[in-house]
């Protein structure tokens, strides 16, 4: 395998570093050790994980009542923290400061998560795992289970890299919480910022029904407003999260 080294990102040039040339060679563990941090598993009251500094070397603690997907994302996070912002000290994160969503906003925060982005799903790795595949949740949740990320985590990553016009939405019954668009998607699209009736997604925002829904052609209206929309159609696939959330892949059909 080989890369052009200048269009890394630092976290890719640090995998690059050890030899990642596959998802299961990143070894988050092993790189924390290296770089002088432990890493402890526990129950953490009041926070995801935390980093304590002391000198050169350093503690990282993960709450192991976290599922793996999040645990794995709270040490990249942490390992962030000691690798970017080492001069800076001691870190207690809470579980909104830790998500692969937040990676847009400009804090210390947002920059650790975008790191942790980068190690967890390496652009290079996953640029040539996504090829021709559609970017569904279908699509995401193998990408997660390779990876060893939370769907969230890997339906953003897929979004992102789309080659064709893309949203992941997450929804409440409400409102719109957050989104992300692929970079080729027009910026004259938005997304509604409410469930339409007709869609999975409203009837698992607001009735019993759970799981991942089939991927669905629909009418584009149901999920962006903007210029010649009426005349559009989507694929559309969501999941009801454990947090009661809808999550949903909408993609443009040519
Ligand atoms: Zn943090």
Redesign the pocket.
């Known amino acids: 395998m080989s890369v052009d080294l200048s269009r890394l990102s630092s976290a890719e040039r640090l995998l690059w570093g050890y030899g990642v040339t596959d998802s299961s060679h990143i070894d988050l563990d092993a790189i924390a050790n290296d770089n002088g941090a432990e890493v402890k598993y526990r129950p953490l009251g009041g926070c995801e994980a935390r980093l304590v500094a002391r000198g050169e070397s350093a503690i990282i603690s993960v709450n192991s009542a976290s599922n793996d997907g999040r645990q794995r994302f709270s040490l990249a996070?942490e390992l962030a923290?000691w690798i970017c912002d080492r001069k800076t000290g001691s870190?207690l994160?809470a579980k909104e400061?830790?998500g692969p969503q937040s990676a847009v906003a400009k804090s210390v925060?947002a920059n650790?998560n975008g790191y942790a982005s980068q190690l967890v799903l390496p652009t290079y790795l996953v640029v040539p795992w996504i090829k021709d595949r559609k970017i569904t949740l279908d699509v995401s949740a193998l990408l997660a289970k390779d990876f060893n990320v939370s769907l969230t985590a890997a339906a953003i990553k897929l979004v992102k890299q789309a080659t064709s016009p893309a949203f992941l939405a997450c929804h409440t019954q409400t409102r719109l919480t957050w989104h992300q668009r692929s970079a080729t998607c027009s910026s004259e699209f938005f997304m509604t910022s409410e469930l339409h009736q007709d869609t999975d997604a409203f009837h698992m925002a607001f009735g019993g029904v759970g799981g991942m829904s089939r991927s669905k052609r629909e009418p584009a209206s149901r999920w962006i407003s903007g210029r010649g929309v009426f005349r559009l159609e989507v694929n559309s696939q969501s999941i009801k999260l454990p947090d009661a959330s809808v999550l949903t892949i909408v993609t443009l059909v040519k």
Do not use: K, V
């Open positions: 996070h923290h870190f994160c400061d830790i925060e650790a």
